[in-house]
């Protein structure tokens, strides 16, 4: 039995799915398991809460791999020792945690990580941490401003990123967690070309066959935008830090630890395009 935490969203989703096609039996750990049907009645849906430890190791009965997947904020790293702690007193005995690229940066997303990895690398059980940088389905942020027509807000510059497609994160998810190749190793998880923002408004652009408008928005004001919009400060804040990040081209980086695991190429940003362009307006085999 392979437990997944996260179940619900992008990539837990996607790891449900790649599992299930495999025949593997999969159990989805949620807060609310009659909101999560939607994964299926071959998926054994259970209640837990990392807010309530007490709730995981029932939910990590009979469980032998767990996918360690929490939502982004400075909860991670207690979300994350509850659940190792969990998983060492249930008998479970592969642990593959989704971190982030840069996850041994000093910094706030780093800090979110840290003592998630750490738990994981001292846990005394079969572990793989996978560091992916940004995610192709990061773009849906724009999809409103696109189908309407509207300028594309643009804070990372000209900043490029190995963009990664999420099925690509899943497949290699999958690989850590039905094979003892992987244990002991730490990904980093990239597509096969650098791109920035603007590169992405302009293949959606392409596959759209109309322009998309941008406009730049500097860091600080990216900020002070999410401030006045009530956002808390400590999200307000690593926001700021990650986008100053990747405007200065830090994460500018190309692995080959997909295709290490996976014996292809990562699949480039169009094949996403192409596969979700009905968000932007689009129409099936418009790319």
């Known amino acids: 039995m392979i437990l997944i935490s996260g179940a619900t969203g992008t990539i837990g989703r996607e790891v449900v799915r790649q599992l299930v096609e495999r025949g593997a039996p999969v159990r989805a750990l949620t807060r609310d398991p009659a909101k999560a049907s939607a994964l299926g009645r071959e998926v054994d849906l259970v209640r837990g809460d990392f807010e309530e430890p007490a709730s995981l190791r029932p939910a990590l009965e009979g469980v032998e791999a767990l996918f360690m997947l929490s939502a982004p904020g400075p ?3 207690a979300h994350d020792v509850a659940m ?3 998983a060492q007193k249930s008998g479970v005995k592969k642990l593959v945690k989704l971190s982030a690229f840069g996850a041994d940066l000093p910094s706030r997303i780093g800090d979110w990580h840290r003592a998630g990895e750490r738990a994981v690398r001292t846990s005394g059980l079969a572990w793989t941490l996978l560091r992916p940088v940004g995610f192709a ?6 999809a409103a401003a696109i189908r309407a027509g509207g300028v594309v807000p643009i804070s990372t510059g000209d900043g490029r990123q190995g963009i990664i497609h999420p099925g ?3 497949a290699v998810a999958v690989a850590a967690l ?3 190749r992987h244990d002991g190793s730490t990904y980093t998880l990239t597509g096969p070309e650098l791109l920035s923002a603007r590169d992405q408004v302009a293949s959606l652009a392409r596959a759209l066959g109309r322009s998309i408008e941008t406009t730049d928005v500097p860091p600080d004001r990216m900020r002070e935008q999410m401030l006045s919009a009530g956002a808390a400060r400590e999200l307000a804040e690593t926001v700021f830090e990650g986008v100053s990040f990747l405007r200065e081209d830090k994460a500018a980086v190309l692995s080959d630890d997909v295709e290490a695991v996976l014996g292809r190429k990562p699949l480039r940003f169009e094949a996403w395009a192409r596969e979700n362009l009905a968000a932007f307006g689009g129409a099936p085999g418009d790319v």
């Open 75 to 77: 909860s991670i790293a």
């Open 84 to 86: 190792v702690d969990a």
């Open 137 to 142: 389905s990061n773009v849906l942020q724009w």
């Open 168 to 170: 690509d994160v899943a």
């Open 178 to 180: 039905t094979s003892a």
